[in-house]
């Protein structure tokens, strides 16, 4: 019997080239015009809050993963003491940008020392670039000039609450970045919903964006603000800067074939066929607001929505119909957060009942197992 | 005497209704938004939970088996009126903040669960005792709930009209904490932190029990 | 030929990797100096030896067989001495098993047993049936199913259509296809021998249409027989699975297990099959040999080897140049479906349709990481199964649940597998469940 | 069409707007103990959009023509509530197990719990004593919106008792961290529910 070290595995013994590292970097590819743009738009400001936003995700992800396998306790909970700590008292005392900085900087630095660590001995930690893409897409739904710790309080809340209490990606039931903006402008309304400049309102008094104009009634003729609102439209948050950047990132998300073509066509086809219904304007109402946005990268996260296509149709038509209902008749001007975060909701009830037809069992007597 | 403490303090550490039994929760997420109101309803369902307890075994010998859950709820529901009306009558403002959760004492799990597991079957002294235990303990856990709840959503704590803490006004306060799903929160991350507590002192205990054997695979959680 | 080409739902695209092989002639492997033949080389019971030490056996000549209907007789692929009956490690059932070890004198007598069964037109089904049975003829696909149990169907399931099946959808394997170049009138042959032995009128031959020269080779040979035509199917994996190809060819699906292609009319049987049910009617020699295919990219000269059955991996990789470096997996099969083995001194069997050998950069090694829920495994299963819900219950021991996704339709075609970007082991998962839901008798 | 309106608006504002589990955080002690598996949350629903349609009749009749004409409505009208459900809940235990054997199995077995269901109770005294929903339609209810009161309660406890049993499907396999295992997660998982539900506040004016 020749020595060897052969490796026994059950078969199959060759795989696809996408692993869940290239889907996320896929994602980021596909966010970076979008992102690159509304930087050029937003200057400094913006640049703050998506880099404040990546940077916490990194560092909390570093902190969970630390915790989780117990591998440096001691100093991962002194990092997280000092990271939380530091800001409260500099706040407190007044101290402000300063206390931005170091906080920043100490946070990027203990998560390359840590990743670093992790790459010399032991294997390569599973730093897939969720924690990445997660603080970006939430960096995406924050207006532009916000105080420095919303971004830093909602991307600790994105992936603390959002993912890791589920137990690390793939848990989740709900979208990390969705939940974490969801508490922040419960938490903080004033920051989230207005005062950000608007050049594009028809009115100077009312600092709305034009969402809030139109359920005002104060807004006429919307058709000029097509080109505005598909290019360069600087009212909404950082990621609704471009819609046709957005879009181009989307359809090139599902010619890679990262995302399917069911969720964003269902979701945007429903908000067409609804605002035409009630008589608004439909393609306004695709290029305003998360609705491009949360269509292409928010409902589209894996873990958060259905698995087969007839679920994945169900839930695009489900987040259609939830925005246009909360934009028509509810207080808040924007409703694709709440949308998509309810039948984020929904998806174990619909995976659980809408299951492929197996195979064999004849096309008329679907058996649709419960 | 010894038995009289064990009834009081069981309620409030080993079988706390809200923590461990996890019963009595329709009154108490609700209630948790601020310190007075906790307070208040802690206060009421001690009054009616100890009055209960000590009328169901007084009247114990009494009750015919098949028919006591209607009439521990006839004698709950009394007691519940009394603190309905006198609410309504010295604390308009409060009563109009917990207006709907009074009546629902009288659906209230722990009180409904010690009259059957506890009172029916105990002495007047004994079921008094544990109605109070568990009174204080609904209550202790509702105003720790509320205070965290209030400091953090509104920057401050006010009873009565008398602000006792605040954190200053340059704390902008995050007002999830006082928002529905900020009950929720609160009270899951709570228990967590509880547990945790409990898992770490059992594991200090279990070392400290057999320091000779040195490190042996400890207990806990 | 350009019609338009069929295909089924779910499957995934992979990288074919055959241009080593598929332009190489079939060669004639080196006759083995002692062969080690397994008496369980097929689906159903095993056989028992029909002979002892030190007997001296011919080429074809049976030395084991089975008194039990699903069963397959062994024979002799050398002349020579028989120097033990013992266990012997086996490529597929990964452990060892009762085998015939004979060293081979080199004569390579034939067995007076081995005579022509006469012209296919005076020959009776019946008569056919009994020489598939008496020449140990199994499915040549990967399967090993005593193909004499699957060319008599019960009175009760008539059978309207023969496929072929020439897709050879897993990666790297060219045996197939040089079959199919080579040799069509004698696969044509066996295609009409096994309609008559089945009593079946229409007979198609499906082919990829990656591999277009043997879908016009076979074209040329099925030309003037009326009832026989070539279906070209789309390459795509698993277009080789019994329930893809008719599917695919013929739009019906065959149901849930217990159920069977002849449930839905069809019989379908391997290129290689049908090549060693004619050589056993026109020359009466029983299954001794088989083509497979030698490659991987540590073979220095890959190639399709006509092989004695029992010839160990060692001599096959010996006669391709050896190796070029440090095998990471050597593997009796595709690469989608074949078994991994622990050692090389393993025998070429029946079912063995390729040796692979792969490096370190061919396979993938990495560990599993979370489920991401991306439903890629979904879209891909051919069976219309859910695996991530599978993987995710049986982990956690919740056999009740597992059991409500239907875990035994699965074919354990990889797919699923192959797609997945956390690298979870699926089938790994899925086959833990059939076994465990099996013994609870629970299971679908 | 004003009457369908307020009809609609009711409903709406009592299943999603004002959710009594995870809104008013009503009946919460059900809903943590029956929502770890999907069968037992079916059942439950069933027993309770049963018995909350009929107890809140029985209570609307009570009010509108025993307690509030003779005007000891304000004092007696806990006892005479909680004693009619429960005798109520009690008779109906023994109905069903007679007639129909085959829906006791699939609901019978939760009845008694709904005695002590915090939400049958308020559903109930809501409809007499209008102003615990605080919805700004101004409503004194009429037997029909009490129907469609108690129907989009009833409905509301349903779907979320539903949802939730199907995450917790989910949940119970994840890797939480250990002193959050089982209860406090349910909660976390409430909490994002709830966050979900939040999004619909002030929807149509309620």
């Known amino acids: 019997m020749a ?147 919303i971004p830093f309080i909602g991307s600790f809340v994105a992936i603390s609450l959002g993912k890791e209490i589920f137990g690390g990606l793939g848990f989740n039931v709900f979208n990390p970045a969705l939940v974490a903006r969801a508490i922040l402008v419960l938490s903080w309304p004033v920051y989230l919903t207005k005062g950000w400049f608007k050049p594009l309102v028809a009115d100077a008094t009312s600092s709305a964006t034009p969402l809030t104009a139109i359920k005002e009634g104060t807004l006429a003729g919307l058709s000029r603000f097509y080109a505005p609102l598909f290019l360069n439209n600087p009212g909404g948050c950082i990621g609704e800067v471009s819609a046709a950047l957005l879009l181009a990132g989307g359809l090139l998300l599902i010619l890679a074939g990262i995302i399917t073509w069911e969720i964003p066509s269902t979701y945007l086809g429903t ?45 695009g038509v489900g987040c259609g119909l939830i925005t246009m209902m909360l934009r028509l008749y509810s207080k808040s001007p924007e409703g694709v957060t709440s949308a998509i975060l309810f039948m984020n909701m929904l998806t174990p009830l619909i995976d659980r009942s809408l299951n492929p037809r197996p195979f064999g069992v004849s096309r008329a007597a679907k058996g649709v197992r419960k | 005497m010894k038995a009289q403490m064990m009834d009081l303090t069981r309620g409030v550490v080993l079988e706390n209704p809200l923590l461990r039994l996890m019963i009595g929760l329709c009154s108490a997420l609700a209630v948790s938004v601020k310190v007075e109101n906790a307070l208040f309803m802690g206060i009421a369902v001690i009054f009616v939970l100890t009055l209960s307890n000590v009328v169901i075994s007084l009247i114990r010998p009494v009750t015919p088996d098949n028919i006591r859950i209607p009439i521990f709820l006839v004698v709950v529901s009394a007691f519940v009126t009394i603190v309905d009306l006198v609410l309504k009558a010295y604390f308009p403002d409060i009563y109009a903040r917990l207006g709907v959760w009074i009546p629902l004492i009288v ?73 529905f799903p900020g009950a929720f929160l609160t009270f899951g991350l709570v228990m967590g932190g509880l547990n945790k507590i409990q898992a770490v002192m059992a594991e200090r205990a279990a070392r400290r029990a057999t320091p000779s054997m040195g490190k042996t695979a400890s207990g806990g959680a | ?81 028989v120097t033990a009956v ?42 056919i049936k009994q020489a598939i049975r008496e020449a140990g003829i199994v499915g040549l696909g990967g399967a090993a199913f005593p193909t004499s149990v699957k060319v008599s169907p019960p009175k009760e399931k008539p059978i309207d259509a023969f496929l072929l099946n020439g897709a050879e959808c897993e990666p790297y394997l060219t045996a197939d296809h040089r079959l199919m170049l080579e040799e069509p009138d004698l696969i044509v042959f066996g295609v009409r021998a096994l309609m008559k032995a089945i009593g079946v009128e229409k007979g198609i031959i499906c082919v990829e249409d990656n591999k277009p020269d043997a879908i016009d080779a076979m074209s040329r040979a ?112 595709g690469p989608m479906m074949g078994i991994a083995q622990y050692t090389t001194d393993v025998p070429a069997i029946k079912g063995t349709s390729g040796i692979l050998v792969l490096s370190e950069r061919d396979t993938v090694l990495e560990d599993a990481t979370n489920c991401i829920r991306c439903g890629r495994c979904v879209r891909a299963c051919p069976m219309f199964l859910q695996p991530l819900y599978i993987r995710m219950y049986a982990e956690a021991s919740r056999w009740d649940l597992v059991s409500r996704y239907s875990p035994a339709n699965c074919i354990e075609c990889g797919s699923c597998a192959y797609e997945c970007p956390a690298r979870l082991p699926l089938v790994q998962w899925i086959k833990i469940s059939k076994a465990e839901l099996a013994a609870k008798k629970g299971g679908r | 069409m004003g009457e369908l309106h307020r ?138 919106e009490a129907w469609v009161y108690t129907l989009g309660v009833a409905l509301g406890y ?27 997660m349910a909660f976390v998982t409430s909490a994002l529910m709830s966050l979900a539900f939040t999004g619909f506040t002030g929807l149509f004016g309620l």
């Open chain 3, 1 to 81: 030929m350009e019609v338009q080409a069929k295909t089924f739902p779910g499957g995934v695209r992979v990288t074919h990797s055959k241009d080593r092989t598929e332009h190489l002639e079939i060669r004639k492997a080196i006759d083995p100096r002692t062969v080690v033949i397994p008496l369980h080389q097929h689906t159903g019971a095993p056989c028992d030896p029909l002979v002892k030490k030190g007997d001296r056996v011919l080429v074809g000549q049976k030395i084991g067989d089975s008194k039990s209907f699903v069963s397959a007789p062994i024979h002799a692929s050398v002349s020579g001495a």
């Open chain 3, 86 to 127: 013992e266990p012997r490690p086996h490529p597929a059932l990964l452990r060892s098993v009762m085998s015939v070890v004979i060293e081979s004198d080199g004569a390579f007598e034939v067995d007076p047993s081995v005579k022509p069964k006469g012209d296919l037109d005076s020959l009776s089904p019946e008569e």
């Open chain 2, 107 to 179: 659906v209230n799990c722990i009180i409904l669960g010690r009259a059957e597991a506890f009172a029916y079957r105990n002495g007047l002294i004994a079921s008094a005792m544990d109605g109070l235990g568990m009174g204080a303990g609904f209550t202790m856990v509702l105003v720790v709930m509320g205070a965290i709840r209030e400091l953090l959503g509104t920057g401050s704590i006010s009873v009565m009209g008398v602000t006792l803490v605040s954190l200053g006004s340059g704390f902008q306060a995050p007002t999830f904490m006082i928002t």
């Open chain 4, 7 to 144: 009809y609609f608006l009711i409903f709406f504002g009592a299943l999603l707007v004002y959710n009594i589990l995870l809104i008013r955080f009503i009946g919460l002690c059900s809903y943590f103990g029956i929502s770890t598996s999907m069968d037992t949350s079916i059942g439950m629903s069933l027993a309770v959009i049963f018995v909350m349609l009929i107890s809140s009749t029985i209570s609307w009749g009570l009010w509108n023509y025993v307690l509030a004409p003779l005007g000891i409505g304000e004092f007696l009208y806990i006892p005479v509530f909680i004693f009619v459900i429960a005798s109520f809940v009690q008779l109906e235990e023994m109905f069903i197990r007679k007639t129909a054997p085959t829906l006791y199995k699939a609901m019978g077995i939760y009845l008694p719990l709904i005695t002590t269901n915090c939400a049958v109770l308020a559903a109930a005294t809501e409809v007499a004593k209008p102003g615990f929903l605080k919805m700004s339609i101004a409503y004194n209810y009429t037997l029909p």
């Open chain 4, 158 to 184: 349903s779907v979320a008792l539903i949802i939730f049993a199907a995450i917790r499907e989910r949940v119970d396999f994840a890797p939480v961290p250990a002193p959050l295992k089982g209860y406090p």
């Open chain 1, 271 to 315: 908000m067409v066929v609804v605002s035409l219904l009630v008589g608004q304007d439909p393609v306004f109402h695709l290029l305003a607001g998360g609705a491009m946005l949360g269509a292409l990268f928010m409902a589209t996260d894996y873990v958060t929505s259905p698995i087969t296509s007839k679920g994945k149709i169900v839930f």
């Open chain 1, 3 to 149: 020595e060897n070290n052969l490796v026994v595995t059950v078969s199959p013994h060759v795989k696809s080239p996408g692993t869940t590292r290239s889907v996320m970097r896929w994602v980021i590819i596909a966010l970076a015009p979008a992102t690159l743009w509304a930087l050029a738009a937003f200057g400094t400001a913006g640049i703050s809050v998506v880099l404040i936003s990546v940077i916490t995700a990194l560092f909390c992800e570093v902190v969970w993963h630390n915790l989780r396998t117990s591998k440096g306790v001691a100093r991962t909970w002194l990092a997280l003491a000092l990271s939380l700590g530091v800001p409260a008292a500099g706040s407190a005392v007044g101290l402000g940008i300063a206390v931005a900085v170091a906080t920043v900087t100490f946070m990027a630095a203990f998560t390359f020392s840590e990743t670093a660590l992790e790459r010399r001995g032991e294997k390569r930690h599973v730093f897939d670039g969720s924690a990445a893409v997660t603080g970006l897409l939430f960096a995406l739904v924050l207006p532009p000039v916000v105080p420095w710790w």
């Open chain 3, 222 to 333: 099925v030309a003037d027989y009326p009832n026989l035509s070539v279906a070209a199917v789309r390459a795509k994996y698993p277009q080789g699975g019994e329930k893809q190809l008719i599917r695919a060819v013929l739009g019906r699906e065959v149901p849930p297990p217990p159920g069977l292609p002849m449930d839905v009319g069809v019989v379908v049987n391997n290129v290689g099959t049908a090549a060693a049910v004619a050589t056993a009617i026109r020359t009466g020699m029983p299954l001794v040999e088989r083509v497979l295919t030698v490659t991987g990219s540590l073979v220095k000269e890959p190639a399709n080897l006509r092989v004695r059955l029992g010839t160990s991996f060692n001599d096959l990789m010996d006669q391709c140049g050896g190796l070029t470096g440090e095998p990471v997996k050597i593997v009796a099969g």
